[in-house]
């Protein structure tokens, strides 16, 4: 089976590296670790979305903290990291991007820090909602560079775009259900990302199946 990726690099039979190059023209044997980062994002952003439709009666989202530091925010980034040695810019700047983010969340959860001691409730409530605003409008950039990839990119920016919306506007707001319209968007983003995650980790020769991503561009752009 062979794997074209972003950069129009083919993966050989045993999944040996026919074709990618760094910078210097040397051959690369990094394996693809779009499975990886799409796995990490994932599982983060499910638990943060159960905690926020207070599954189970969690009100509080504090127990996401270890997954936002590590899961969510340092597999992430060392994702997108092993994304520039294979020549893939766009896998760097989403999984390097999102693994920022989940770790610059996570230290919201730090008394240490004194980010939440340094603003009364209403107002950060609005930092908060501006900082997911931030993050929406990086998510529809990112979703814009996606289109002629494949349509599970294209769901997965799309509906990770209304989910910080609706996250970002839940803060500016009073409305219950906000939030858990947030969560319930959350929940959808976090399955899409694992059917990506799940398609990258079953290419290869001895895959039982394999999962259709939904390629839109030609073999250059795929990804």
Do not use: C
């Amino acid at each position: 089976m062979t794997d074209v990726e972003a950069n129009g690099t083919g993966t050989g039979r045993r999944g040996i590296l026919t074709g990618n190059r760094d910078a210097a023209g040397r051959g690369s044997f990094i394996g693809n670790p779009t499975g990886l980062g799409m796995l990490a994002f994932a599982t983060t952003l499910f638990v943060l979305s159960l905690y926020t439709v207070n599954t189970r009666h969690v009100a509080e989202p504090n127990a996401v903290l270890g997954l936002s530091l590590f899961t969510g925010g340092l597999a992430t980034f060392m994702a997108g990291m092993w994304h520039f040695p294979r020549g893939n810019g766009y896998g760097a700047a989403v999984f390097t991007m999102y693994g920022t983010f989940w770790m610059s969340y996570g230290l919201f959860f730090i008394p240490s820090t004194g980010i939440m001691g340094s603003y009364t409730e209403g107002q950060f409530r609005s930092a908060v909602g501006i900082y997911f605003m931030a993050w929406m409008m990086v998510t529809v950039i990112l979703g814009i560079a996606s289109i002629r990839r494949h349509i599970t990119w294209i769901l997965f920016f799309g509906f990770l775009t209304f989910t910080f919306l609706l996250l970002g506007v839940s803060n500016f707001s009073t409305k219950s259900g906000l939030p858990k319209a947030a969560g319930a968007f959350g929940i959808i983003t976090s399955l899409i990302a694992y059917y990506h995650a799940l398609s990258k980790l079953l290419e290869g020769d001895y895959a039982p199946f394999g999962l259709p991503l939904g390629r839109i561009g030609g073999p250059s752009q795929r990804y």
